[in-house]
């Protein structure tokens, strides 16, 4: 599998991803290979939630020429292949923990701006009529182990008191009842304004959004390097030159090493991976008490994600391989097969169909960052897996930048991706920190 922290190069001639979204999606159109030189105001590169979203804005709100181009096909980075989890949030950082780190009111602004993010990727599936399969339901956050139901309590109260944020607790009774019959779980969060979708579907149709509103989007045409010009950009990829005055890289966990050193250095790309099981019967259903469609995430360090599928199969995603060569090594699917089989009783001869794996990108102090990183060439990235909504207003803050406009104030608006002390070693640190989450998991 292509590894961005070891890879020089995306080239668009990449394995089968095998993912279930693929298998549950109508084809989208191909979009061809950019194959002569052209000229442009903007050019993005990178045809993600991220990109899309860029090129979206800068064409039907900026009225301003812009190019879009994949190394494959739009959606085909994590886009396309995540668990489809529309959440309220993004990084690593929870309201407490931005409080702490910068004050109440700077995280109320994170908050609005979230839930903002939220707004506008449901006004675009309503805008663009994207059938990406929403399925309304919420998020339950779920302890993982006996002894975190206060701690729940406690947050409910706080995003309750400091936010207006209407989370609900739910005790060991209330989730079995309402929810799930879940066996380690003995509380949960419950958050109303988030769901799930069919993250392909809406890459999709982000990608036709684009297209109509006056976007120009390439397939197929990886980017081999770039250059600065007296006046812009000279990009170049296999079998053209695009000269630009504006560039945006929305490459996020896919830059390959070396593109950008500015994001090569302060994104770790970090492996997520997904299985999908056969569809669950009645029975099943009917014994784990499984009523509702909600996404539903642990509190582990080493987090679990799970949903049930408008089909009843179970969507069930966690870490994955550290390196590239090992993401299809059948013991990540096995350990998450084995892990869903703890949390739900009676699965015992359940199979999965679908696996797959996807990179993430971790930023060092567990926020992203949407800037101008230098005159005229702007970034987004470093979402640490929870980008789904927010590279939608991530996409729309990007144009602002190109249009010249200010962004609200947020430290992840106003600087750049801190740098990884020892960036040579971060799979090192990354290996480490698997194993202290492990011991940390079970025994603290
Ligand atoms: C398995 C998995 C599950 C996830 N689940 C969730 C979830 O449920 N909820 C959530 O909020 N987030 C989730 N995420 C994270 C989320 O998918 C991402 O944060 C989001 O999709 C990032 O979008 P993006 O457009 O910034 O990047 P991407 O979608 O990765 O797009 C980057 C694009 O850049 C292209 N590219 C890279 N280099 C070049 C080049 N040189 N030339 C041309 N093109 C290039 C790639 O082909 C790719 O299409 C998950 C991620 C994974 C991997």
Excluded at 149 to 157: E, G, T, Y
């Amino acid at each position: 599998m292509y590894d961005p922290y070891l890879d020089t190069t995306l080239c668009s001639n990449q394995p089968d991803i095998g993912s279930y979204w693929q298998a549950a999606t109508p084809t989208s159109i191909d979009y061809p290979a950019l194959k002569r030189d052209i000229s442009c105001d903007t050019v993005i590169i990178g045809a993600g939630y991220t990109g899309l979203n860029c090129g979206y804005e800068l064409a039907k709100v900026h009225q301003r020429d812009v190019v879009v181009l994949d190394a494959l096909q739009p959606g085909w980075g994590c886009s396309g292949r995540n668990g489809g989890f529309v959440l309220r949030g993004t990084g690593r950082l929870g309201l407490a923990q931005l409080a702490s780190k910068f004050g109440l009111e700077t995280a109320r602004v994170f908050h609005r701006e979230y839930g903002a993010a939220i707004l506008r990727v449901n006004q675009l599936i309503e805008r663009g009529n994207i059938a990406c399969q929403p399925q309304p339901g919420g998020y339950y956050k779920l302890t993982h182990k006996a002894g975190m139901a206060k701690s729940l309590a406690q947050q409910a109260a706080f995003l309750n008191q400091h936010f207006d944020y209407p989370v609900q607790f739910l005790d060991k009774a209330q989730l079995r009842h309402q929810v799930v019959n879940h066996q380690q779980a003995d509380a949960a969060l419950y958050f109303p304004d988030c769901y799930g979708l069919n993250p392909l579907a809406l890459a999709h149709g982000y990608a036709r959004m684009a297209t109509e509103a006056g976007a120009s989007l390439y397939g197929q045409s990886p980017v081999i390097s770039f250059k600065r010009l007296p006046a812009g950009f000279e990009v170049i990829t296999r079998q053209a030159v695009i000269t630009a005055r504006n560039l945006v890289l929305a490459t996020n966990a896919y830059t390959a090493k070396g593109l950008y050193p500015a994001i090569n250095n302060s994104c770790l790309p970090v492996l997520s991976s997904v299985i999908v099981t056969e569809p669950l019967n009645a029975s099943q259903l009917q014994q784990l008490n499984w009523q509702q469609n909600s996404i539903m995430m642990d509190t582990r360090m080493l987090k679990y994600y799970y949903r049930l599928l408008p089909d009843n199969r179970v969507l069930f995603g966690g870490r994955g391989a550290i390196k590239g060569k090992d993401a299809a090594d059948p013991i990540y699917p096995r350990r998450l097969l084995a892990a869903l089989k703890h949390c739900f009783a009676g699965l015992e001869h359940l199979t999965y169909q679908y696996q797959w794996s996807g990179w993430v990108g971790v930023s060092y102090d567990d926020l992203p960052r949407v800037v101008a990183a230098e005159p005229n060439l702007f970034y987004a990235a470093g979402y640490c897996g929870s980008g789904l909504s927010f590279s939608a207003l991530a996409g729309e803050r990007l144009a602002q930048l190109v249009a010249g406009k200010t962004l609200p104030a947020l430290p992840i608006y106003q600087s750049m991706l801190p740098g990884f002390p020892m960036s040579a070693w971060r799979r090192q640190g990354q290996q480490m920190f698997y194993q202290w989450g492990r011991f940390k998991d079970h025994f603290l």
